[in-house]
């Protein structure tokens, strides 16, 4: 046990530093080419962050389990929306711009529609024999990823600089080599933090089941948690936005696509609830651009989206 002990926290330290080294990594990257802090949130730590969730999916794919793919994925976004961004807004309020309005968060809520349409279209209308995701289905998710990956840099209006970055990381190198560095301790962080507290957890007589919803599928989001916490101290949060929205879409588009084609997935496990929960957290981003402080996700609507996601999570545990 205190090994255990130990090793969870030497995870969380992990996670913590790396989380640290990625969001100054990333944010002197912006300034020093010219790309805004959103855009690399949404590209190189979105996709960063999602690593956890590619490798469980895939390799389940390969294995044979796509099913598992589904049920990460839509834990994750649930998780990365309701919790992670929640407790970012209580932080630090998220200003939303106005290409944010307009294009970004329509976009992943249109994803996120899709995801639904073509995976429970059995469930919603009777239109297809199975719930799921086809290997074709998987192949224009692909595509889909390939043209909103180039939207984003072609419709990027660059980088504010203000020169904070730029003072204190010299060298482009060394902020690739410090984002580099933060991926590493935020993905061998999160597995070591995962295994101990799973390890802990069945120490004390917990149930596989419990563990799976809460443990693992909180773990593989630690990532995107610690990165958008800290991106909200250090008052960079459309960094953070970017993180959020950019690992839902690459969870949704690139993962369950990559997955798809590797091996059709079945939405048979699938609680409608959960779907609709995951549309709903879409849908909530959407009504923050609008609602109490326009163009921003106060600390309100932070305080909403966690106890929408305490309340998904006591649903869920009623159910074991």
């Not at 969001?23 to 949404?42: C, P, T, Y």
């Amino acid at each position: 046990m205190i090994v255990q002990l130990v090793l969870l926290l030497a995870g969380l330290g992990l996670i913590v530093f790396g989380a640290d080294w990625l969001v100054d990594g990333a944010s002197a990257i912006a300034r020093k080419v010219g790309i805004s802090e959103f855009v690399i949130g949404l590209t190189i730590v979105g996709f960063g962050t999602s690593c956890p969730e590619l490798v469980v999916s895939l390799t389940g794919a390969i294995a044979g389990n796509a099913d598992v793919s589904i049920g990460n994925v839509v834990g994750s976004n649930i998780f990365n929306t309701l919790l992670i961004l929640g407790l970012t807004a209580l932080v630090l309020p998220i200003g939303i711009t106005t290409d944010n309005k307009r294009r970004d968060i329509p976009l992943t809520l249109l994803v996120t529609f899709l995801l639904i349409a073509l995976g429970m279209g059995k469930v919603l209308a009777g239109v297809s024999d199975v719930d799921g995701i086809s290997r074709v289905e998987g192949a224009v998710f692909l595509v889909l990823f390939a043209a909103y990956m180039y939207m984003c840099f072609k419709f990027d209006k660059g980088a504010e600089d203000n020169g904070e970055d730029a003072k204190a990381i010299s060298s482009i190198w060394l902020a690739i080599l410090l984002v580099a560095a933060g991926l590493c301790g935020l993905i061998f962080g999160g597995r070591l933090f995962v295994n101990s507290a799973t390890a802990v957890a069945r120490m004390l007589g917990v149930s596989d089941k419990f563990i799976a919803i809460t443990v693992l599928a909180g773990g593989t989001s630690l990532p995107e948690l610690a990165t958008c916490v800290v991106a909200a101290a250090k008052k960079k949060g459309q960094l953070a936005l970017g993180n959020i929205l950019g690992s839902n879409v690459f969870n949704i588009l690139l993962i369950l696509g990559c997955s798809a084609v590797v091996s059709p997935i079945s939405f048979a496990a699938m609680d409608l609830i959960d779907m609709l929960v995951l549309f709903g957290s879409a849908v909530l981003v959407w009504m923050s651009s609008y609602t109490f402080k326009k163009d921003r996700i106060d600390r309100c609507e932070g305080a909403i989206f966690v106890l929408c996601f305490i309340g998904y999570y006591v649903y869920l545990v009623s159910q074991l």
